[in-house]
Structures are given as C-alpha cells and as structure tokens.
C-alpha cells in the first residue's frame, strides 16, 4: 500500500486548501483513489461543501495520471459524494451522511448461546450429513446439466428431480408417484402453506389437525384463514373414525407412519376409516410422511397415500432423512390439484436451487439415498437401544413408547411433573421438550385430551461426543 | 428374477383356490413378495375381497419360510391391501383403487417447445455458468463447514455468505453493508415480497414504481395490497424530482445503476433529488441493483444505497451475475427494518439452500465471483460491440439506446412499427421483446408517456452457436 500526502493549495485560492491523506490501494489505482476519496467524505476528514483541488492539482501532488484523477472525480459525482458545479469546481455533496465503516465481520449469532446439551425434537443428525457423497453426486449433476439446467426451472420442480423421487416413492414408500403428479418445495412449511393457499381457492375452510402436532403447522393454517378443529389422538393414533362426526371438514392432516410426536403408527382400521371419510366426502387427506423411511423393527409401514392418490396429497422431505437445512421437500397430488398448487406458487416464487435439486435427483438416482437411510437406520436403531438400556437401568420406572420407527421416543412420567423434569434437566443444561407443547384441543371439540405428562426424546440428534453426556443427564433427571 | 406359479387351493375351501402369478424381484425376498402381492392387487390380478392362501400354504408354494408369507401379510394389512378377520382369513381389502402403475419417466416439458432463437431479456448467458469454480467452491464451503451449517440455519441467512457479501458489496458496489443488515433470500421476487410485507406491516399504503420496468414486480406489490403511482421515466431515467408532488407514498423502487429496460444511469441532480424526498418525507428507496456490475465504457456506477444506508433498502441478486437458477439474492436494509422483515419471513419460512449460501460464501471470498463478473463484461461488452456493428452496417436507420452497461439494449423503431417487426421477427423463430410491455402509466398520474416504439434485446442471453443466427434473424427484419 502506497501512502502519499497530497497537499493542495498552490495555485487554488486560499479556502480550498486541503490536505488529503489517502491510501492508494487496491490494484488498480484509480478504484484506490475513488475508495480513498469516498472514505475521505464517509469519515467526514473531507467535510460536506468542502472544495477538492482540481485534478490537474491533485493529479500533480499525487503523481498520477491527470486523467486517473478526473475519472475518480467523474465517478463520484456520478454516484452522489462530490458535485460539480460551473465556476465553483468539484465539491463534497452536501447530503452525504457520514458514517463508520462496516464492520470487517462478524461471529456467528448461534455461538455461545445455546445450553450445552439437546435433545430437542426435529433435527436428524447432522454430523452423519454425507458431504463426501452430496458433493460427488453434485459434480456428477452439474458437469452432465444442460445449461437451460441454470435457469429459473419450472414451478413444479427439476424433472430430473420429480423423475427420481417418483421412482424412489413407489419403490420405498408404496408411494404412487408420477413425475406429472411431484411438486417440489423449499421444505415442508412451504408445502403446507402452499396447500393451505390452493384449499382456500377451492372455499375449503376447515381443516381438521391432529391433537398432538407442531404448533407451528397449525398456526400456518389457522394464519391462512383456515378453521382447525382438533382430530383426538389417543394410544393408537389418530381417531380417524371421529371425522365422520366432524361437520364441513374439507382437509385433515394425519402422519399415518408415524404420528409425531407420539410415535404410533396408524392401525388399519383407521387407515381405513380415514379412505371412508375421504371418499364419502369427498375431503383431501394431507398424509405428511416426515420420517417414514426410519423404522427400526420391521420394513417400513408403506404411505396411505398409495391406497388412493386422487385423495390424498402426500408430503414428503429430506428434513430427517439427510438434512433441514437443503429445504428440499415434496408434494405427490392428486391430477386434478396440481394446477392448483402451481397457481398457488405463482410465478417465479418459491423456486428451489435447481443446482440442489439436480444434486439430490442424483444421490437418489445413484442409491447414494437408500444407502445413506439404511446407514442411519441402524445408527438410529443403536442409539434408541442404547436410550432404552439405560433408562431400564437407572429410571426403570419411566415407560418408554413411540420406540418402533422415527428419530424420537415417548417417556411417560408420573403426573404433574413434566415441568420440573425439564427445569431439572435444563439446569444441568441439557434441553428437552414435553409433550405437553405439542398438545392441542379446542374448547368446541366436546373432549378433553386426558392430561398426560411425558417427554419428548430426540435421541437421534446429539453429536457422538454429546450423547453420553446427554444421556447421563436424562437418567438422572428421571432417576 | 424367478417367476413362480403359486397355485393354493390344496387345503383350502373351493372359493379361495387363487392363482399368484407372483414376480419374485428385488434383492430381498420379502420385499419382492409384498411388491409383487402390491401389484398384483392394483392390477386387479387380486379382485377386492378375494380370500389369500395361508401363509403356510402360500410359503409352500412358493418355496420360501412361512415367515416370509406371514411378514408381507403384516406389512399389507398394516398398509391397508389387504384385511384380516378372526376366521376369515387374510383378504383383499375392498377399499384399494386398482390403477395403472405410474409411469417410468417423462421427458422434460420444456423440450421442443421453444421458438429457435430467443433474445427476450433477463437471463444471462447460461452457457458460461462457472461450472468447475463453483463445483470446487462447493467442495471447499462443504468440507470446511460446521455440523450446524445443515441445520435450518437462521432467517437472515448464513453468516458466512452475509459477511462474504458486505465485503463484497463494499468493495465492489460503494454499498455500505454490515453483514447485521443483510437478509438473505430465494431471489429478488421473495425479497420484494417481503418488502411488501414489512411495508404494509408499518402502515404504507403506497409504492411509487418506476413508468418502465417488469409487470410481475408491480402485480406482486398491487397484489400485497399497495397502491403502485407510476413514477415518469424519461430519457435520462426516472424523474425523481417528482417525488415530492406525490401524496403519501411510503417507498419508491427504482433501478438508478441501469434503469430496466431503458438502460439509463441516473444522472446525479436525480440520485439527489430521490435521497431529499427520502429525507424530507421519512420515504423509503427500494434500490434494484439487478445488474450493476455489468458497466462497459467505465467503472461501474456506485450504489445510491452508500449515500444514506438508513433510508435505502438495496437488493442484489446472483441472477444476471452467475444463473437464476440458483435462487440467491439478498437486501442490505436500514437497520430499523431488518427485525421487520425477518418478520415478515415467519419461522421456518423462506429459508434458501445453507449449501448454496455456503458455496456462494466461498464462491464470493475467493475471488471466484469477482473474475466471473469481470469474465462476463468483456464477454457481454463483445456481444454488444457485435450487435451495434451489425446493426450499423445493415439496419443503420436504427437508433441504439442503453448501452452503457447491464445485458440488454434498446432499439428504437419508426413509430406504430414495433408489433410488425416482433411478429416479423416470430414469424423466423425470433423470440424478442418489445418496449411496449414494459410500460405503465394509470389514468390519475396526470401524464401520458409518449408513444415510443422500440426493441429491447437482450444480446447476453444467447448460446454461442446461436447468436449469429438471432443476430442475423434481427437485422433482417430491421432492415
């Protein structure tokens, strides 16, 4: 970096003397000199008004082009920081606001905040994402793309993408999908609130939700102008047969593999009792399949959604399979709604990466996918056995249920204290959830879910290094 | 794959002798079995109803364990296929719609559809999407990255990228950007969309846009709600000056680099006048820098936004620099709106690839991005030069506007001519824009625009091998 001091005022009149000390940088000298002049005004060493000398000046005092000097000036009057004025030559704007320089960078907000421990639903483990894999798989998509591959897409999503999933559902999932009938979203959230926007168009305005769920899905809806009666999940899921009873419900939205978060899968009887309803009514089921593929002691129970694909619009993602943060998900619909949800989208919205999506149409394609489920399949299995072992040992009053699939169990607890097992839990600075934040009833439903007290493990997420420690903590907790 | 006749009867009462003409595929038996029982029920082969044999039977049949019969069973009758009574035996569930099997593939839709030759304006050159840097970029960010970088991340968008792009945006720009005042987001379309939101959100009722520019910007913002005066765009840009005639609008968006599609700079007196209305009225300047980097005569010229960073809210993209496709963009905001429009993004919401915004982080950092922009401007400048030869020499009547800087410029036409040379243009399988669908005026702005007759082409776009032939295709019917 070369220094110089360029002291005008030999051949200017006497107010314009100005002593500028800039630091010429940067590889081209003439973006040094305009960098130099605009954090000369930024800082206020060249005050609003002040007259710069002429570039001959300054050009001369700097030992620089002339023309490397007009060009700064030509450039800074075109941006705004100086003004040119006939007669009374080039002077600092008078709007400039001064300001400090923008900091160089800054630590991460999440650093530092957190407590030290987690077992927090929601996350798969992201330590296990298989970066090797997602980055062979992205050069393999990206060296044999088209070029059209980096424009904006179709709203549906990357054919490549929707042509693997489609083979993918069907062959893993029981899944009847047809490319034509894929839609691909930034996540499930976006999913639903696509579906909540094509509902509202077609005047359905009730859509019945389970009695234990996440409370931000049913706030989407309900934000969307959507009436949400609660559908009442007992021991063996949802009571699908209630829907019957339920006046002008249009939509419901079930997790028939695996109810979250109390981890049932539905029986047949109400798998079938939620087709009669459907079919009676002629109301949607929205079969969310978040974690599906995990289950630990059988095959995967397969989707509802293949019993019937004209009713049922299934919801699947990567969220718990590979990672949240790719926001891939999808939607497999019925003919008739996607034109609907693709109205919904609307134009150029909500498109996802179409470099990620042909990445994951190639983890798919190559079996990189069912390798990498089958892989976590068993780490998730060792983890829930190592969860249960211990729990048998140290807490054996604690019942554990929900153990058959997903990345979570259920532990009952006597009644009334879910709420200082968590503070207790908290205070050793481990992070757990309680049932109880995933309960949902309305007055009008004419129930009450029993009150049930229990916690929420998320045993799948915990880094190696953490999980012992998390887990010493659980024990004692409940001990 | 073994194909088995599978003839039970043997034992059985008469009604249930069934013939499996079972496909044994796959590489695990059982599964094979429950696909092959799957199909055979939604081909119909299985009617509704239909008795199966035992699993005893069926297993002896086909040489397999009985457990393997029984399993397959199971996992029908938890699926829903099938049904099984006390007494009855396992039967085919009468609720299942037999269907055709979902087809393999599908060819894209976009095949064929396209006229030959195209010159619409608002994609870059596809072809030169840095393929290899951006691969190893993505190899770089992805190796290097912490476990909680495939987490949802945060709704600002990851820091990485935020802080690579306030540097960049600095150095590059003349913006002022802390990485504190960058939202990140799924492309310009989702940050105006949030915009308008947060807009609404503090009571503003109305954006003035300018005269010129893309309709699905302005339907986005009719449709949040926002009232949309037109602001007069002439030959020297928009007419910022009369800002101050205008009652109660809240926020201006203007593109004062490169206005879209006139290609004007906005002249100095102008970038002056829009910060006055701004300060006089607490107004806020929605600055699109959709194209800045690309300038060829000069430097670029400096965002407005470094002038007065408290009332601007600058938005960037990577959609003319690198390919939409990717579906990055981002805003630098006043520091009072960034909680607004994180806000407005609403948890889960929105959230772009934190792959992506990694591999970009890098892409940035490296200098990759910067080399890229400066490969594209020679390149850009050489296609342009191109155009205005071929032009003078073979359509000289022709007036070239716009081309100073960004992808596209502006041909201007004998009045009343600009349809006829578009269907002319169509009529060879030319695809261009005319200037006319860009415009808008409303019957209370008290103005008319003239009548102008142009062309806006965007000679960026085309493919190698096809320039020549749309270039020639151009000048022909200009001629």
């Given at each position: 970096m070369a220094e110089t001091w360029a002291t005008s005022?030999?051949?200017?009149?006497?107010?314009?003397g100005v002593d500028l000390h800039l630091d010429?940088?940067?590889?081209?000298l003439r973006e040094g000199l305009t960098d130099a002049l605009r954090d000369a005004v930024r800082s206020k060493?060249?005050?609003?008004?002040t007259r710069l000398p002429s570039s001959r000046t300054l050009a001369a005092d700097l030992g620089v082009a002339r023309n490397t000097v007009a060009n700064a000036y030509a450039e800074l009057i075109a941006e705004g920081w100086l003004t040119a004025q006939q007669g009374s030559g080039t002077r600092v704007a008078r709007r400039v606001e001064p300001r400090r320089a923008a900091p160089a960078a800054l630590r991460p907000r999440?650093?530092?905040?957190?407590?030290?421990y987690s077992l927090l639903?929601?996350?798969?483990?992201?330590?296990?994402?298989?970066r090797k894999q997602w980055l062979a798989a992205a050069r393999r998509a990206l060296t044999a793309a088209?070029?059209?591959?980096?424009?904006?897409?179709e709203a549906h999503g990357r054919i490549e993408l929707r042509t693997a999933l489609a083979d993918y559902l069907a062959r893993s999932r029981g899944v009847y999908a047809d490319p034509e009938r894929i839609v691909v979203s930034a996540g499930f959230h976006h999913a639903l609130g696509l579906m909540a926007q094509a509902l509202k168009a077609r005047r359905v305005r009730t859509v019945a939700v389970e009695s234990y769920g996440l409370d931000i899905y049913r706030e989407q809806l309900s934000n969307a102008g959507l009436r949400i009666p609660p559908l009442y999940v007992d021991d063996h899921g949802?009571?699908?047969?209630d829907l019957a009873g339920?006046?002008?419900?249009?939509a419901v939205l079930i997790?028939?593999?695996?109810?979250?978060?109390?981890g049932h899968a539905l029986p047949p009887a109400r798998r079938a009792a939620v087709l009669d309803w459907a079919r009676a009514t002629g109301g949607l089921i929205l079969e969310?399949?978040?974690?599906?593929?995990f289950r630990y002691d059988r095959e995967p129970v397969g989707a509802?959604?293949?019993?019937d694909p004209d009713r049922i619009a299934y919801f699947g993602t990567v969220?718990?399979?590979?990672?949240?943060?790719?926001?891939l998900a999808w939607m497999v619909l019925p003919d008739w709604l996607v034109p609907e949800i693709i109205t919904a989208k609307?134009?150029?919205?909500w498109l996802s990466s179409a470099t990620e999506q042909l990445t994951l149409a190639e983890f798919i394609a190559s079996g990189d996918y069912d390798r990498h489920v089958r892989a976590m399949r068993l780490r998730y299995r060792r983890r829930r056995d190592e969860l249960v072992a211990a729990l048998s040992e140290r807490a054996p009053a604690i019942k554990v249920t929900?153990?058959?699939?997903?990345l979570q169990v259920v532990l009952e607890l006597p009644a009334g204290t879910e709420r200082s097992v968590i503070e207790a839990a908290a205070a050793r600075g481990l992070e757990i959830s309680g049932i109880t934040e995933f309960r949902y009833e309305t007055a009008d439903a004419g129930w009450r879910l029993p009150v049930k007290d229990a916690l929420v493990i998320n045993?799948?997420?915990?880094l190696d290094n953490a999980w012992a420690g998390a887990l010493d903590i659980l024990c004692d907790v409940l001990a």
């Amino acid at each position: 970096m070369a220094e110089t001091w360029a002291t005008s005022g030999s051949g200017e009149p006497a107010e314009t003397g100005v002593d500028l000390h800039l630091d010429l940088t940067g590889p081209r000298l003439r973006e040094g000199l305009t960098d130099a002049l605009r954090d000369a005004v930024r800082s206020k060493r060249l005050a609003p008004g002040t007259r710069l000398p002429s570039s001959r000046t300054l050009a001369a005092d700097l030992g620089v082009a002339r023309n490397t000097v007009a060009n700064a000036y030509a450039e800074l009057i075109a941006e705004g920081w100086l003004t040119a004025q006939q007669g009374s030559g080039t002077r600092v704007a008078r709007r400039v606001e001064p300001r400090r320089a923008a900091p160089a960078a800054l630590r991460p907000r999440l650093a530092g905040q957190r407590p030290t421990y987690s077992l927090l639903t929601g996350s798969p483990n992201l330590a296990q994402f298989p970066r090797k894999q997602w980055l062979a798989a992205a050069r393999r998509a990206l060296t044999a793309a088209p070029h059209e591959a980096f424009a904006l897409g179709e709203a549906h999503g990357r054919i490549e993408l929707r042509t693997a999933l489609a083979d993918y559902l069907a062959r893993s999932r029981g899944v009847y999908a047809d490319p034509e009938r894929i839609v691909v979203s930034a996540g499930f959230h976006h999913a639903l609130g696509l579906m909540a926007q094509a509902l509202k168009a077609r005047r359905v305005r009730t859509v019945a939700v389970e009695s234990y769920g996440l409370d931000i899905y049913r706030e989407q809806l309900s934000n969307a102008g959507l009436r949400i009666p609660p559908l009442y999940v007992d021991d063996h899921g949802a009571r699908t047969g209630d829907l019957a009873g339920m006046p002008d419900v249009g939509a419901v939205l079930i997790t028939p593999a695996h109810q979250f978060p109390t981890g049932h899968a539905l029986p047949p009887a109400r798998r079938a009792a939620v087709l009669d309803w459907a079919r009676a009514t002629g109301g949607l089921i929205l079969e969310d399949d978040y974690d599906g593929e995990f289950r630990y002691d059988r095959e995967p129970v397969g989707a509802l959604q293949g019993l019937d694909p004209d009713r049922i619009a299934y919801f699947g993602t990567v969220s718990k399979s590979l990672a949240p943060g790719l926001r891939l998900a999808w939607m497999v619909l019925p003919d008739w709604l996607v034109p609907e949800i693709i109205t919904a989208k609307g134009y150029l919205d909500w498109l996802s990466s179409a470099t990620e999506q042909l990445t994951l149409a190639e983890f798919i394609a190559s079996g990189d996918y069912d390798r990498h489920v089958r892989a976590m399949r068993l780490r998730y299995r060792r983890r829930r056995d190592e969860l249960v072992a211990a729990l048998s040992e140290r807490a054996p009053a604690i019942k554990v249920t929900g153990l058959a699939a997903g990345l979570q169990v259920v532990l009952e607890l006597p009644a009334g204290t879910e709420r200082s097992v968590i503070e207790a839990a908290a205070a050793r600075g481990l992070e757990i959830s309680g049932i109880t934040e995933f309960r949902y009833e309305t007055a009008d439903a004419g129930w009450r879910l029993p009150v049930k007290d229990a916690l929420v493990i998320n045993y799948a997420a915990p880094l190696d290094n953490a999980w012992a420690g998390a887990l010493d903590i659980l024990c004692d907790v409940l001990a």
